[in-house]
């Protein structure tokens, strides 16, 4: 079975699956092809989830879960789609600084930038002027994110695979061309990466197979989100455990005697055996967040999530180190702003659970980073996801973790939301709790044009009707 891609390659379906990239003669310009960036553009789109009271937490209690939605144009007619995550107001600044990266990327071809994929993820983060607005880190880098991660969707279309597969296809050398590792070589050098990825050739095929046959294990935070009502929690946490869930997030830090009966609820409800985690979401001081999480240690969370600002380093460990005698770990990361920072987190032991965000970092290119150095450190890597598209991002890089690095499944599982996947063309898969590995060409983050019609903001007739009331 083929599926043509448009001004690219032609994808062969195989015994898996999977695409796999087709080189035909003659007619087969796509796999000649540069690919010249001619255009790129970015929509404001945002999804009006506070009506419900999906996502909300204890510090954002009311929000809109939005995009900066990025498509880049090429001359061959290919086209590459990416995004970064935000809560709704705001998304319009991530557009501006989008538009302001948007100079450097045209006119470049595909084979240019992923030949050189280090020198153009520094072009976009290290531009002489832009970088003084983080530098790596803000608004600025979440718009890089979603240029970047438009570039990998193009790539992985190219090549006629899922980015996942792209990834795990490369040779070791290869994924180390593609990360930035200033700053960072007094915890891993170039040489110790190679290294980490040479090694876990060994196993990789059948992992690879096990991944196909089984997926990747996940945990759901859709049951208890702080503004639901008992009620509602109940029903979602039944409905969870009868689609074989076992894992669940419950958020908490508003009101402590309010956290313990929900928690209590929630540990009634899915028994002694299955996991709980609980997340403040940035909630609490640091002799809080440890007073307020020992007196919920009867519930015997695996993790505390985010229990203080997300750059406390210093704090996150001293939380670590006091919550240890209770069996309970600390998770952070996705408001972590760059690769540095989460090096710091692992020398300063100040997470027990590492949560990359595909949208946070610099895209594949920073987070392949930080897999590596959680690999080194042998911290967990259990990703955030959620969001709009968030899942369908991350799956792709918990799948390469897996596969291409940790070789490990111990104590880890990728975060699921069942919000919105319905306006994306290629949604994730979820069976048995577990990702099922995508299998379309690219990197999963294409919406429907519709929703993104729909949804556009301040233009689209969600929001115009939205107005109106």
């Known amino acids: 079975m083929f599926k ?34 001619i255009n790129v553009t970015v929509r404001d789109v945002r999804f009006p989830t506070s009506l419900e009271q999906h996502g909300s937490d204890a510090m954002h209690t009311d929000p809109d879960y939005s995009v900066a939605y990025v498509l880049v144009d090429t001359d061959s007619g290919l086209k590459g789609f990416g995004f970064t995550f935000t809560l709704g107001k705001g998304t319009e600044i991530v557009v501006c600084a989008v538009e302001a990266l948007a100079g450097l990327v045209v006119g470049k071809s595909l084979q240019e930038i992923v030949s050189n994929f280090r020198g153009f993820y520094q072009l976009l983060t290290s531009d002489g002027q832009m970088r003084w607005l983080g530098p790596e880190k803000g608004v600025i880098h979440l718009a890089a994110a979603a240029v970047l991660n438009a570039v990998w969707d193009l790539w992985a279309r190219s090549e006629g695979k899922p980015l996942w597969k792209l990834l795990v296809d490369m040779d070791p050398k290869q994924i180390v061309s593609c990360i930035d590792f200033r700053y960072i070589t007094d915890v891993l050098t170039e040489e110790e990466a190679l290294d980490i990825l040479v090694k876990a050739q060994e196993g990789k095929q059948q992992r690879e197979d096990q991944m196909l046959k089984e997926g990747y ?16 929690l109940q029903q979602l946490c039944t409905d969870a455990l009868d689609n074989g869930w076992t894992k669940f997030k419950v958020k908490v830090g508003a009101d402590l005697e309010d956290d313990k009966r929900r928690c209590r609820l929630i540990r009634q409800m899915i028994g002694p055996s299955n996991t709980l985690m609980i997340d403040a979401n940035q909630r609490w001081d640091v ?17 505390i999530e985010e229990p203080t600002s997300p750059d406390d380093i210093l704090g996150h ?12 770990g600390v998770a952070t990361g996705e408001q972590c702003h760059n690769r540095v920072m989460f090096k710091q987190f692992l020398q300063a032991s100040a997470l027990q659970f590492l949560q990359i965000d595909s949208c946070r970092l610099g895209s594949v290119n920073e987070n392949l980073a930080v897999l590596l150095m959680a690999h080194k450190f042998k911290v967990p890597v259990c ?50 709790a577990h990702y099922m590995p995508p299998k379309d060409p690219g990197y999963s983050c294409e919406m429907l044009e519709l929703s993104v019609k729909r949804h556009s903001y301040p233009e689209g007739e969600v929001w115009k009707l939205h107005m109106k009331k």
Request: a negative charge; one cysteine or more; charged letters at 15%.
């Open 383 to 432: 990703p955030h996801a959620g969001g709009v598209g968030l899942c369908e991002l991350v799956q792709h890089l918990i799948l390469f973790d897996y596969i291409c690095v940790s070789a490990s499944l111990h104590n880890r599982m990728c975060e699921y939301v069942d919000h919105l996947h319905e306006h994306f063309t290629s949604p994730v898969v979820i069976r048995n």
């Open 317 to 328: 460990a001293a939380i670590s180190k006091a919550l240890a005698p209770f069996g309970i």
């Open 4 to 37: 043509p891609i448009p001004g690219g390659a032609v994808g062969l379906l195989d015994s898996s699956g999977l695409f796999s990239r087709v080189h035909m003669s003659g007619s087969d310009h796509g796999a000649k092809m540069l690919h010249k960036i």
């Open 287 to 303: 002799a809080e967040a440890i007073c307020w999480v020992s007196s919920l240690a009867e519930f015997k969370p695996l993790w």
């Open 217 to 232: 294990p996940a945990y759901t935070t859709s049951c208890a989100w702080l503004g639901y009502s008992d009620q509602q």
